[in-house]
């Protein structure tokens, strides 16, 4: 029997997959990659390396399908709505259990297993969010979650004798302990994000991504730019983005395009690289610079000479900038 195991990275998932690869099943496991996963506080790429090592330390298949595009439909409109943020939790599980229903289907696996505990999420893990999530994916019957399987109604595995009820478990609620303790018994170490993260349950970055909806649109260029810097809205059709530290400062960089306006101070003063997106006026590129003067180290000077370059030309502009007050640059960030 052959099963395909929605694989996390995290304990939940690394658990259900043990307890269904010890009853002889076959698995495969999947990961989907999303522009808005964020595990390990800050590594952006943490699922995704997990998720292969899990399938590594299994010994079994790993696949990664990207859904990103796919994901970034349904962020504005989701048909069961968002959560406390921007999080379509609900929809982003459908899509998810779809997805991996087409990949059952072509790998010739049976059932689909997970990590979730019942009660664990508040908005997607409860039985009647479980209940939408299996039916509009058209997966009724055939997703088995093994940490809570036995408070759940009994899933075709389980009444084909696939694999064996009593050897699944009871986990409920948001307490991590039970999972903790198992994992000291199957000597299961080092998992880093026992519970996952998803930037869309961030207060500050889901106001970026309203931002973005309302004035530019939602595209993987403009997303990949919301993960960086601060953020300033100069205008209905110009936004401003601010490194914090060089590596934002590099990465700035590298997502400028045709048409952007980049930012920063001479060599001989420490501070910021700016990017700039939209339509800019004279008055917003000034506006801009005294922007990046407000994060350089003046040294006690009241103004500085700041650069301005618009891609893709080689010509740099200098100018004269004071830092913009902390009551109009509070206005503007996002």
Same mark, same amino acid.
């Given at each position: ?26 698995? *495969? ?13 800050? *590594? ?20 990664? *399908?990207? &859904? ?41 696996? #049976? ?20 209940? *939408? ?14 940490? #809570? ?6 899933? &075709? ?96 960089? #590298? ?65 004269? #900038? ?7 640059? &509070?206005?503007?960030?996002?």
């Amino acid at each position: 029997m052959k099963a395909v195991a929605l694989v996390s990275g995290g304990l939940d998932s690394t658990l259900a997959v043990r307890l269904i690869k010890d009853q002889g099943v076959e698995l *495969i496991a999947l990961n989907f990659k999303t522009p808005f996963c964020l595990c390990d506080g800050k *590594i952006a790429a943490g699922c995704l390396n997990h998720a292969r090592q899990v399938a590594q330390n299994e010994g079994i298949e790993f696949k990664l *399908i990207n &859904i990103a595009e796919d994901f970034l439909k349904i962020i504005e409109h989701p048909k069961h709505g968002h959560g406390s943020n921007m999080n379509p939790c609900i929809d982003c599980r459908i899509l998810k259990f779809r997805k991996a229903k087409e990949y059952m289907q072509e790998v010739g696996a #049976s059932f689909i297993i997970t990590g979730e505990v019942l009660g664990q999420r508040p908005m997607s893990q409860h039985r009647a969010a479980l209940k *939408i999530i299996d039916k509009d994916s058209q997966l009724e019957g055939l997703v088995l979650r093994p940490l #809570s399987a036995r408070l759940l109604e009994e899933t &075709i595995p389980e009444k084909e004798g696939w694999v064996s009820r009593e050897k699944l478990l009871d986990f409920n609620g948001r307490n991590r302990n039970p999972q903790m303790e198992l994992a000291e018994k199957f000597n299961i170490k080092d998992y880093p994000c026992p519970a996952g993260g998803c930037l869309l349950t961030d207060p500050e970055f889901s106001k970026r991504i309203k931002d973005l909806i309302k004035h530019e649109g939602l595209n993987m260029h403009n997303v990949e730019l919301l993960k960086v810097g601060r953020h300033f809205r100069l205008s209905p059709d110009a936004r401003l983005v601010v490194g914090r530290n060089e590596r934002e400062n590099q990465k700035l960089l #590298s997502f400028a395009v045709d048409q952007d306006y980049l930012f920063y101070p001479g060599e001989d003063l420490a501070g910021p690289t700016a990017l700039g997106r939209g339509i800019f006026s004279e008055e917003l590129l000034n506006l801009s610079c005294a922007t990046v003067a407000r994060y350089c180290d003046l040294n006690g000077r009241k103004e500085t000479g700041i650069n301005c370059k618009k891609m893709p030309q080689d010509a740099v502009s200098i100018r004269k #900038s004071a830092p913009i007050a902390n009551a109009e640059l &509070i206005k503007l960030r996002i």
